[in-house]
């Protein structure tokens, strides 16, 4: 699936923009164009980063994620 169609959805389907908080909601780090394979974790963090390499995912979604106030996304 493309990153940009699921994000789309995603962000529609969960209200993304009605949410205020101070953790930024949504796709915080760009990468592949599609995905096939998708890890879930709590945290965002180094050891949560190898295991979804280990397991070859194209996409990470976690609960606490890296950006909180400040900058939007990395691109």
Excluded: P, R
Aim: charge should be positive.
């Amino acid at each position: 699936m493309e990153i940009k169609k699921l994000k789309n959805f995603l962000d529609e389907y969960l209200k993304i923009a009605e949410i205020e908080d101070v953790s930024v909601n949504g796709l915080q780090v760009e990468g592949k164009k599609n995905v096939n394979k998708i890890c879930f974790a709590v945290d965002a963090c180094a050891e949560t980063f190898k295991l979804a390499k280990k397991e070859n995912a194209d996409m990470l979604f976690v609960h606490h994620g890296m950006i909180w106030g400040g900058i939007k996304k990395v691109t």
